[in-house]
C-alpha cells in the first residue's frame, strides 16, 4: 500500500535531523552570511521530505541556493527540481509534477527525498569532511528504509555518502549513470547523474534518461 509524508519518529535528540546543526563551521558562517542578504530565505539545514518508511530514497548533492536553501524543502523552487519532481510523478512517487513552495500541497508516496548534505555550499561544493559530518542524518535515513527499498544516488558525491552511510569501501561500488548496486539488507542503489542545470542544459543528462532510472526504480519496487 502506497505510504504518504510523515515525519520520522524520533531516536534520540537529533539523531534523523537537527535543524540547528551548526557542526560544520565553514557551511555556518557561509549561511550566516545569505541570510544578512536574504532574511526571508530558509537559511538552514534542510530537512528531508516524504514518506517515514518509504521504498524509495533519493539522496541528492545539497540545497540550491535559490532553491531549498530558499524554500526550506528538498529540489523546490529551482531548476533541479522541475525535472526531479515532474519524474517522480510520471512515475507514480508523486502527487503533483510542479514544486514551488513548501506549502504548495504535493505529497510524495512511497518515496523519500534527502541530500548528502543539508546545507547550502559555497559553490554547491560541498568539502568531504562536511559531507562526513553530516552522514550521521543519512545513516539514519537509510536505516529507517522499508526492507528491500531502492535509493537513488543523484551524482558521485551522493552515491559516496549512501557507501559511508553503510560503511562501505569508497571503492567498493563504482558511479555511473543507471548503474545497479546491491547494498547489505537487500537493497539497491542505482546511480543517475545530477539533474542539475549544467547536465540537462548539455545532454548529459535528458529527461528520457532521467525517467528510465525511475522507471527501473518502480519496477524493482513492484518486485
Not at 134 to 147: D, G, K, Q, S, T
Not at 198 to 217: D, H, K, Q, Y
Amino acid at each position: 500500500m502506497a505510504r504518504i509524508a510523515d515525519p520520522l519518529p524520533e531516536r534520540g535528540p537529533g539523531a534523523d535531523f537537527d535543524p540547528g546543526c551548526r557542526r560544520c563551521p565553514r557551511l555556518a558562517r557561509f549561511l550566516d552570511g545569505i541570510r544578512r542578504q536574504h532574511p526571508d530565505y530558509h537559511c538552514r539545514p534542510v530537512a528531508p521530505f516524504g514518506a517515514s518508511r518509504p521504498r524509495l530514497l533519493v539522496v541528492g548533492l545539497a540545497p540550491g541556493l535559490h532553491g531549498a536553501n530558499r524554500t526550506g524543502r528538498p529540489f523546490t523552487g529551482d531548476h533541479a527540481g522541475i525535472l526531479l519532481y515532474r519524474t517522480l510523478h510520471g512515475a507514480g512517487f508523486a502527487t503533483r509534477a510542479i514544486s514551488v513552495a513548501a506549502g504548495d500541497g504535493l505529497r510524495l508516496v512511497d518515496c523519500r527525498i534527502s541530500n548528502a548534505v543539508k546545507c547550502l555550499p559555497p559553490g554547491n561544493k560541498p568539502m568531504p569532511d562536511e559531507v562526513r559530518r553530516c552522514n550521521r542524518y543519512l545513516v539514519y535515513e537509510i536505516a529507517a528504509l522499508a526492507p528491500g527499498a531502492i535509493l537513488v544516488a543523484l551524482g558521485a558525491i551522493a552515491h559516496g555518502a549512501v557507501l559511508q552511510a553503510l560503511a562501505l569501501k569508497p571503492g567498493a561500488f563504482r558511479f555511473a549513470h543507471g548503474a545497479e548496486h546491491t547494498l547489505p539488507g537487500g537493497r539497491t542503489l542505482i546511480d543517475s547523474y545530477h539533474c542539475s542545470r549544467l547536465n540537462t542544459s548539455t545532454g548529459r543528462l535528458t529527461p528520457a534518461m532521467f525517467e528510465r532510472v525511475f522507471a527501473r526504480a518502480r519496477h524493482l519496487i513492484a518486485g
